[in-house]
């Protein structure tokens, strides 16, 4: 239980009986990589705190394309497995297990009670919301105005930054998933990076060889 009190921004202004309740009620959930936890607005399960691990949110067009809105990592909180609490949600967010991930699952009656009793909770929910369309906003702004060889220098260093390395083990079509394009746009960009002397590319891995000159193409 320490993990919950410590992960929980609002714990402390939770009355003995609602932390009761938060307690009585956690679910502990594991998933693998490639699991989809949440399968938009029809599933709604509840909050989850995640302990280890990482997941990704992302959303899809009726052709079937990805685009990734943000990810998520230890201790992080995910608001949008509960959508169905919240009012004027209208589209579908699905969330990805991009590693073994352990969760801890605040199940939806218990956090909509929580939400409509406690005024901290409500506005954690209310913070959580506007922090997560800031950024799905950024995300947005930088799609229709960045150059794509900047986005993908940038998720590149950002891979790199996240593993502790210099490799990113990711297939092209998973990255153009993560981006919102083609994986002939994503292969055709990652040759000229490795001609350019920025990356090496093989089977499922691409290898940051230029760091440097590669945190300068995202600018």
Not at 152 to 178: K, P, R, W
């Amino acid at each position: 239980m320490r993990f919950i009190r410590d992960a929980l921004p609002f714990w402390q202004k939770l009355t003995d009986g609602e932390r009761r309740l938060v307690e009585n009620s956690l679910m502990a959930r594991g998933y693998s990589a490639g699991d989809v936890i949440h399968n938009g607005s029809g599933d709604c399960f509840g909050l989850f705190v995640i302990k280890s691990g990482q997941v990704r949110a992302y959303i899809t067009s009726e052709s079937g394309k990805e685009i990734t809105l943000y990810r998520l990592f230890d201790r992080d909180i995910c608001i949008f497995s509960a959508s169905c609490i919240m009012k004027n949600i209208q589209f579908d967010v699905y969330i990805e297990a991009m590693s073994e991930t352990e969760t801890l699952l605040i199940p939806t009656p218990v956090f909509k009670e929580l939400n409509e009793s406690s005024k901290a909770v409500t506005d954690f929910t209310a913070q959580l919301i506007a922090s997560r369309f800031s950024d799905v906003m950024w995300l947005l702004e930088r799609t229709l105005f960045t150059s794509f060889d900047k986005r993908l220098a940038a998720f590149l260093t950002e891979q790199c930054g996240i593993n502790g390395g210099n490799t990113v083990n990711m297939t092209h079509e998973a990255i153009a998933s993560d981006l919102g394009t083609a994986r002939e746009v994503v292969t055709r960009m990652l040759r000229y990076f490795q001609t350019e002397g920025m990356v090496k590319l093989s089977r499922g891995k691409i290898t940051v060889t230029d760091m440097k000159k590669l945190r300068a193409a995202a600018l």
